[in-house]
C-alpha cells in the first residue's frame, strides 16, 4: 500500500499555471499537509502548508478537498527558476502508529 | 539570522568505520529532525527531537545509528560501523514546533567506500 503518491515528472512552459497533486489516503485526523521544494544539492524548502479547503501565499496555493485524501499544489505562471522537485509531507496513520512521510517527489521541469 | 548549520558538507569513508554529522538549528527552534536522503528519493525521517527528548526514533536504525541532542540545541548524528548502503545525504531540519513550517540545513553527504 503506498503512503503517497506524486507524478514522477511534469513538463511545463514559462507562464503556464502547474497543479501536481500527492494522494495521501491514511493521512492522520489533526495532520497538516505541506509541500517542499527542492534544489539540487540543497536542502528542501517550505513552500505552502494547510489543513483543508484553500491556503494562498505569495508563490503558490494549495486545494485539499473534504476528505483530505489528497491535495494538490498550484503553481502559477512558473518560470524556468521553478525547475525543482516538489515534495508533499504529511503525517501518515500506518500500522497503528504515526509516521511523518515524504512523497517521492515530482520532478518539474520548466521550458522557455 | 542563520539558518540550519549542518557539518561536515562531504565525508567519504570506509566501511566499517564510524562518522558523525552535527547540526545546530535555528535559534529558539523546539524540534530538530533527521533526515536521511537516497539519490531520487524523498527526505526519510530517522529521529525527531522535542527539546532534548526523542520523540519519534521509530526509523532509526537502532543497532548501527545513535543520536543525541544536549541541552536541546545542538545534535549530532552518528553511525558506527557503516555501511555500504548508508551513502546517503543526512538532512537535518528545525521548527518552532512540530506540524509547523521546518527549514532544513544544507545536508551532510555520506560516501561509504
Not at chain 1, 498550484?74 to 522537485?85: E, G, I, W
Amino acid at each position: 500500500l503506498a503512503k503517497t503518491t506524486q507524478p514522477i515528472s511534469m513538463d511545463s512552459y514559462e507562464g503556464q499555471e502547474v497543479n501536481i497533486t500527492c494522494s495521501h489516503n491514511n493521512i492522520a485526523t489533526n495532520d497538516y499537509i505541506t509541500w517542499y521544494q527542492q534544489f539540487p544539492s540543497q536542502g528542501p524548502r517550505f513552500i505552502i502548508q494547510g489543513y483543508k479547503t484553500k491556503v494562498t501565499n505569495e508563490v503558490a496555493s494549495l486545494f485539499i478537498p473534504a476528505d483530505r485524501k489528497s491535495s494538490t499544489l498550484s503553481l502559477p505562471r512558473v518560470s524556468l527558476s521553478d525547475t525543482a522537485v516538489y515534495y508533499c509531507l504529511v503525517g501518515l496513520d500506518m500500522d497503528s502508529s504515526y509516521k511523518l512521510i515524504f512523497g517521492s517527489g515530482t520532478r518539474l521541469l520548466v521550458r522557455p | 539570522e542563520a539558518g540550519v548549520v549542518q557539518s561536515p558538507r562531504y565525508k567519504i569513508i570506509e566501511k566499517k568505520q564510524p562518522v558523525a554529522f552535527w547540526c545546530n538549528p535555528i535559534s529558539g527552534h523546539n524540534t530538530l529532525y533527521w533526515y536521511l536522503q537516497n539519490l531520487g528519493q524523498g527526505p526519510e525521517l530517522l529521529i525527531r527531537y522535542e527539546n532534548e527528548e526523542a520523540v519519534d526514533d521509530s526509523q532509526l536504525p537502532k543497532d548501527r545509528f545513535s543520536a543525541e541532542r544536549l541541552k536541546g540545541v545542538d545534535s549530532t548524528l552518528k553511525i558506527q560501523p557503516a555501511e555500504l548502503g548508508d551513502s546517503a545525504v543526512y538532512l537535518c531540519a528545525s521548527s518552532f514546533q512540530q506540524a509547523t513550517e521546518a527549514f532544513f540545513g544544507q545536508g551532510t553527504r555520506l560516501t561509504v567506500v
